[in-house]
C-alpha cells in the first residue's frame, strides 16, 4: 500500500523540525529518510510531491548555504529591514 | 546627474574606448536610489579595496527554491538604497534570440520592480536582473509571468540550460541546439525550480566541437555535436581557395592533428577514418569543407571550475547519439543520471567528482552504459585491477 | 481575489521561434558558409539569401537605458530582430547590406564598439566582483573596463595569429568558469578566514562547515564553552569554500586580496584538445580603480603572443610550442614555488622526460 503524500509530508515536517539549528536536510536527505522508513512503500516522486506540499504550504521554505536546504521559515542572520 | 553623488574613483572609468558600467549604472542614478547607494557602495569598495555584500539564502519566490539569489549591503545604514539588492534570475532564450518588443516588456518590468540594472547575460545563460527588495520579488514574478517569462535555477538544482547559433545561423550544426535547449529547460522545470539535488547541475549545448558555449568546460552535462562519416567536401569551392593563394598546405594540411589530409594540386584528400572532428580545416575552408551526413552528439558529463575537488573538464561518457525530436532518449540517459547521482552522490558532490570517486566504470554500470574506448584518453597503466570474474575448483560451486 | 488574474509558474521560456528573422526561419538548418566582411561583420549565406550580422561590445553589466538604446537600433536596422553571444556581444541580425554602415555608425556614436569576430579578442566573460557578490576579491567589471581600454584595438581589429579569449573571476569560486581561456585574470584571497567566534555558533553548522574544506583544515572546538571551528592556517589554501557554506568565515584581506594571472587555456577542439589554463603570475594587487600592473601584464603577454605565435596557434599551444621556460623568458615573468602545483594529482605536471629546451 502507498503511503498517502499527505502522511509523507507531516513526517518530513516533524524530520525537519527536529533538526532545526542542528543540520540543514537536502531533498535527498529526505527522500533517504523517507525510503529508509517505508520501503517500496514510497516512491521518489511522492516525496517530490510531499515536499511540494511543505513548500507550497508555506510550513518550509528553501534555504541555501552552498547547497539548497529544506528548512522551517524563519528570520535570516544576513537580513536587512 | 545627482549632484550629491561624488565617486571620483569609478568616474575614472568613464573614459576609454571600452564601454563603460560605470556610465550605465549613472544613467539609473537619477530615477533609483538604488543605482545611486550601488555606486557609493561600489565606490567605498574601490577606496577600501574589499566588497561590502552579506550573502542571503532564504528569499525566493513562493514555491520555488532556485532562481533569486540573496544579497544584503553589508553596510545598510550608510547605502540603505542597497540594503536589499537581491538578484533574478529569468530563463534566457534559446540561442539568446530576441525581439525589441520581448526584451521592451521586461525592461519595464524591471524599471519599474528593481534596480534597471541587469546583466546580459549571466555565465549560466539566464538574463539575470540585478537588484530588487524582497517585496518586489513576487510582484516582479508576476509581472514576468504574464509576460511569458519565468526564473532559471540556483542551488542544488538544474540551471538553466545553454545552447548555442546552432541552425538557427550557423553551417556547422550537427543537430538542432535550440530545439533540444527549448526541450530540456520545459521538460525539466521542476527540477530547475526545486533543488532536490547534491549539487547544482549545467547542461551546455553545442553544434559542433568548437563548443561555442564551453560546455567541455562549463557544464555538468555537455551535448556537443559530432559527425561520423566523411567530411563533405565541395571540390569547386577547394579549387578557388587554391587558386586564390591561399597556402592551404601550411594552414590547413600541416595544422591538422592526425596528418589525415593532403593536398593533391587542387583536391584535397582525407583519410576520414583517421579523422577526429576537430574543425580546423572546416573553420579555415568553410565554403569548401562541412560536417559529414551522420550528425549527432557527443555526451560529456563532469566539467566544472575548481571548487571543491579542483577544476574538470567534461568526459566523454556517450560517444555518439542520435539528438532528434522529441528527444526521448535524451531524457531517458539524463533520468539514468539523476538517478544513480541521487542515490549515490554526497551533498555538494558534482557529478564530475562524484564520477571520479566512485570510478567511471562503476558509474557506467550504474547508469546501464557499457565501457567503449572511445571514453578514455589510454587504458590504465596501473596493475590494481578489481577483478570481479574467477574459476571455481571442480566440484565447488554451483 | 476573483479578478485576480491566476498565479502561473514553471511556464519556462517562451518559444524561441517568435524571436528569429524570418530569413533565419527560412535558411534555419540550411546555411551554407559565411564570410567575415569586416571586423565585427559577418555575412551568412542560406538559400533563402544572406543575412549580415554586426557584432557590438557591451559591459554585460548594463541599464535598461542600454537595452533600450541597442532595441531602437534593431527596430530602425535589423526589423527589431537581435541576440547576444556566449561572450556577451550584442549582434544585430540584418536583412539589407545597406544597413551596415549606417548602423556602424550610430552603434560608434553610442560608445560602442564594432568588432570580436575571427582573430580578435572577443568579449571578456566576467563574474559579478565587488559590485554585487560576498566573496570577491577584487572587482571584475573595473578590471574588464581597465584592461579592455588597453587591448580596445584587439577587439576591433583581426590582427592576431588566432581569437584570444580573456576571462575574469572575482575568486576561486570561477562563476566565469576562467579556467580553460588564453588569459584569465583571477582574484585571490591569501589569508585564512577570520572567524567571527560570537556568531559561528547560531549561523553555521558545525559538521558542515567542518566537511566543506577539501584540505581537511577546518576542526571543531570550542570557545568558552561555545562550539565554534578553529581552522589550522599551515593547511589553508584560501578558497573560500568553507565562507560559501558558514557566513561567520570571511576572507575579505583588503591588504592582502588581489589577482592572479593565468594563461593557455582553450576549449574549441581544432588542431589540439581543450587545455586548463595555467599559472602566469601569482600575484599582482588590488589597485582599483585601473589595476595598472594587471593591464600592464596582461598586455605584455598579448604582445609577446602577437609578435611570435604561428596563425592559427592559441596561446597555449604556442606556449606548447615555444616551451614553459621560453615563454617565462620572453615574458619577463619571475619563476617561483607558487608555480608548482601541490594539489591532487600534482605530479602529472612535474617533467618527466628529458624533454627540455635550454
Not at chain 2, 521542476?190 to 532536490?196: A, F, Q, Y
Not at chain 3, 524571436?19 to 533565419?24: T, V
Not at chain 3, 560608445?111 to 575571427?118: A, F, I, P, R, Y
Not at chain 3, 566565469?176 to 577570520?194: E, F, N
Request: charged share 25%; net charge negative.
Amino acid at each position: 500500500m502507498a503511503i498517502p503524500v499527505e502522511q509523507l509530508a507531516d513526517e518530513m515536517y516533524e524530520i525537519v523540525k527536529e533538526s532545526a539549528g542542528v543540520k540543514k536536510l537536502k531533498g535527498g536527505d529526505l527522500t533517504k529518510a523517507m525510503v529508509a522508513k517505508h520501503g517500496d512503500e514510497v516512491s521518489r516522486s511522492d516525496v517530490k510531491a510531499a515536499i511540494r506540499i511543505l513548500i507550497d504550504s508555506g510550513r518550509c521554505v528553501y534555504g541555501y548555504f552552498g547547497g539548497s536546504s529544506i528548512e522551517l521559515p524563519h528570520t535570516e542572520a544576513a537580513e536587512n529591514q | 546627474m545627482a549632484d550629491d553623488l561624488k565617486t571620483p574613483l569609478l568616474d575614472e572609468l568613464e573614459q576609454g574606448p571600452w564601454p563603460s558600467f560605470v556610465k550605465d549604472i549613472k544613467s539609473m542614478a537619477g530615477k533609483k536610489e538604488m543605482a545611486k547607494d550601488l555606486l557609493r557602495q561600489l565606490e567605498k569598495s574601490y577606496e577600501d579595496k574589499r566588497g561590502y555584500w552579506k550573502h542571503g539564502g532564504l528569499v525566493g519566490v513562493m514555491g520555488y527554491g532556485g532562481g533569486v539569489i540573496g544579497r544584503y549591503s553589508a553596510l545598510p545604514e550608510e547605502f540603505p538604497g542597497v540594503s536589499h539588492f537581491h538578484t533574478m534570475r529569468i530563463n534566457q532564450t534559446s540561442g539568446w534570440f530576441y525581439t525589441s518588443e520581448a526584451l521592451r516588456e521586461i525592461t519595464k518590468i524591471w524599471e519599474e520592480h528593481g534596480s534597471g540594472l541587469l546583466n546580459v547575460h549571466g555565465s549560466t545563460g539566464d538574463l539575470v536582473l540585478l537588484g530588487t527588495r524582497t517585496e518586489e520579488l513576487e510582484p516582479t514574478f508576476r509581472a514576468l509571468t504574464e509576460k511569458g517569462w519565468d526564473l532559471g535555477g540556483s542551488g542544488s538544482d538544474l540551471r538553466t540550460p545553454s545552447c548555442c547559433v546552432g541552425p538557427a545561423r550557423c553551417e556547422n550544426a550537427c543537430f538542432d541546439t535550440l530545439a533540444v535547449n527549448y526541450n530540456l529547460t520545459h521538460q525539466y522545470q521542476d527540477e530547475l525550480h526545486r533543488p532536490m539535488f547534491n549539487y547544482k547541475y549545467k547542461i551546455k549545448i553545442s553544434g559542433c566541437p568548437n563548443d561555442c558555449t564551453a560546455a567541455i568546460a562549463r557544464s555538468d552535462m555537455g551535448i556537443i555535436g559530432i559527425w561520423k562519416d566523411d567530411i563533405q567536401v565541395d571540390s569547386k569551392a577547394m579549387a578557388d581557395y587554391v587558386d586564390s593563394g591561399m597556402d592551404v598546405q601550411g594552414l590547413v594540411v600541416e595544422n591538422c592533428p592526425t596528418g589525415c589530409i593532403q593536398l593533391d594540386g587542387k583536391e584535397i584528400r582525407i583519410d576520414n577514418s583517421n579523422c577526429v572532428k576537430c574543425m580546423h580545416c572546416i573553420n579555415v575552408l568553410p565554403k569548401a569543407l562541412s560536417p559529414g551526413k551522420e550528425r549527432g552528439a557527443a555526451i560529456t558529463l563532469g566539467a566544472k571550475a575548481p571548487i571543491v575537488e579542483g577544476a574538470l573538464f567534461g568526459s566523454v561518457i556517450i560517444p555518439f547519439m542520435k539528438i532528434e525530436e522529441p528527444f526521448e532518449e535524451v531524457h531517458d540517459l539524463i533520468e539514468r543520471i539523476w538517478e544513480f547521482w541521487d542515490e549515490h552522490g554526497t551533498s555538494r558532490e558534482r557529478i564530475g567528482e562524484f564520477i571520479e570517486r566512485v570510478s567511471l566504470a562503476a558509474f557506467l554500470e550504474g547508469i546501464g552504459e557499457k565501457p567503449l574506448p572511445q571514453m578514455i584518453k589510454a587504458p590504465r597503466d596501473n596493475p590494481y585491477v578489481f577483478y570481479e570474474e574467477y574459476f571455481a575448483e571442480e566440484g565447488e560451486g554451483e | 481575489m476573483a479578478t485576480e488574474v491566476e498565479r502561473k509558474t514553471d511556464i519556462g521560456p517562451p518559444h524561441y521561434d517568435q524571436f528569429l528573422h524570418p530569413l533565419i526561419k527560412e535558411n534555419y538548418g540550411k546555411w551554407q558558409y559565411h564570410e567575415t566582411l569586416a571586423p565585427g561583420v559577418l555575412m551568412h549565406h542560406g538559400p533563402a539569401g544572406d543575412i549580415y550580422t554586426v557584432r557590438v561590445s557591451s559591459p554585460r553589466l548594463v541599464s535598461v537605458n542600454f537595452l533600450n538604446a541597442i532595441m531602437d537600433l534593431a527596430d530602425k536596422y535589423s526589423d527589431g530582430y537581435f541576440r547576444f553571444t556566449s561572450r556577451n556581444n550584442v549582434e544585430f541580425l540584418l536583412a539589407s547590406k545597406d544597413n551596415i554602415e549606417p548602423l556602424k555608425q550610430e552603434v560608434e556614436a553610442l560608445g560602442l564598439l564594432v568588432g570580436g569576430t575571427n582573430n580578435a579578442i572577443s568579449n571578456v566573460v566576467h563574474t559579478q566582483g565587488w559590485v554585487h557578490c560576498h566573496s570577491a576579491a577584487t572587482d571584475a567589471s573595473g578590471l574588464v573596463k581597465s584592461v579592455m581600454d588597453e587591448l580596445a584595438e584587439y577587439f576591433t581589429s583581426m590582427k592576431l595569429p588566432a581569437k584570444l579569449r580573456v576571462a575574469v573571476a572575482c575568486c576561486l569560486n570561477m562563476c566565469g568558469a576562467v579556467h580553460a581561456s588564453d588569459i584569465a585574470i583571477l582574484g585571490v584571497h591569501r589569508t585564512p578566514p577570520k572567524i567571527d567566534n560570537e556568531t559561528l555558533p547560531n549561523l553555521c553548522e558545525i559538521p558542515t562547515t567542518v566537511a566543506s574544506c577539501p584540505n581537511n583544515a577546518i576542526r571543531p572546538t570550542s570557545i568558552e564553552g561555545k562550539a565554534t571551528v578553529k581552522v589550522d592556517e599551515e593547511k589553508c589554501m584560501y578558497c573560500g569554500n568553507c565562507y560559501t557554506v558558514c557566513p561567520a568565515m570571511p576572507l575579505a584581506d583588503p591588504l592582502n586580496d588581489g589577482v592572479s594571472i593565468w594563461v593557455g587555456g582553450k576549449i574549441c577542439n581544432a588542431r589540439t584538445e581543450p587545455m586548463f589554463t595555467k599559472l602566469a603570475i601569482p600575484y599582482l594587487p588590488n589597485n582599483p580603480p585601473r589595476w595598472p600592473e594587471v593591464t600592464s601584464a596582461v598586455k605584455k603577454i598579448v604582445e609577446i603572443y602577437a609578435a611570435n605565435a604561428k596563425p592559427y596557434e592559441r596561446v597555449g599551444e604556442w606556449i606548447n610550442r615555444i616551451g614553459w621556460p621560453q615563454f617565462f623568458d620572453m615574458a619577463g615573468i619571475e619563476f617561483t614555488k607558487y608555480h608548482l602545483d601541490d594539489f591532487r594529482h600534482a605530479g602529472t605536471t612535474y617533467r618527466r622526460s628529458l624533454h627540455n629546451r635550454y
